[in-house]
């Protein structure tokens, strides 16, 4: 497996020098104070990527006002209380993305987020107390437990919550199959597995998080 350096350098080489790359890294940096963020907010966040998959984001951000309203602000006690009926007249409301099964998963992720605050007080808690060197396990648990929170929906929503977790876009795939950690995007449990492994070293190689490298990995073959 490649150090981490080695990925760092091609990165530099490929964008023009250190400077340079540094400077593509620093809007990333930012790390959010987790036990700070509103349950509300996670389940607005949730949502938000939920309807964003398999869609064109510019027309969930255009009608983000009407979910907010069709949703109660996303208060998560009032979410979790949706009735079928509720559900079903949603379903017609144009103001929102109009897709039942989107629709429904409001209601589960409000119940989900309800089970998480009884054990830990907060999903921000419950996502600050999460190991650091197990995000994959994370992801997994989001794909298990939430509504249609698995694969590239639950990480994105992960990452625009805060949390220090990598994406897998093409090229963060490309520079991992170049570094020999797997051979085609991970999605078995062994090259998951590998995968967080090697994300782990290299943090403790660079002292860099998550989302930095999994950047540097992007910018090294992109």
Not at 46 to 65: H, P
Not at 130 to 155: A, C, E, I, N
Request: proline share 2%; with cysteine.
């Amino acid at each position: 497996m490649q150090h981490s350096d080695d990925i760092y350098a091609r990165a530099a080489a490929r964008k023009g020098g250190e400077h340079e790359l540094e400077q593509l890294l620093a809007p990333i940096r930012d790390t959010t104070d987790l036990r700070t963020v509103s349950d509300a907010d996670v389940l607005a966040e949730m949502t938000a990527c939920v309807f964003r998959a398999g869609f064109v984001w510019r027309v969930i951000t255009a009608k983000w006002s009407g979910f907010q309203s069709a949703f109660h602000d996303f208060d998560v006690t009032r979410c979790a209380m949706l009735s079928d009926e509720e559900i079903e007249e949603l379903a017609g409301n144009t103001d929102i993305v109009r897709h039942g099964t989107k629709i429904a998963s409001v209601r589960a992720n409000a119940l989900f987020i309800l089970d998480i605050r009884a054990e830990h007080g907060s999903f921000g808690a419950f996502m600050a107390d999460w190991p650091d060197s197990d995000f994959v396990g994370l992801w997994l648990y989001l794909k298990k437990h939430g509504s249609r929170l698995g694969g590239q929906t639950g990480r994105y929503c992960l990452r625009f919550l805060g949390y220090d977790t990598p994406l897998l876009s093409r090229d963060v795939v490309a520079a991992l199959i170049g570094a020999g950690v797997v051979d085609k995007e991970p999605t078995s449990k062994r090259d998951l597995t590998a995968m967080q492994d090697a994300f782990n070293t290299w943090r403790e190689q660079s002292d860099r998080s998550a989302r930095e490298i999994s950047r540097l990995l992007a910018l090294s073959v992109g």
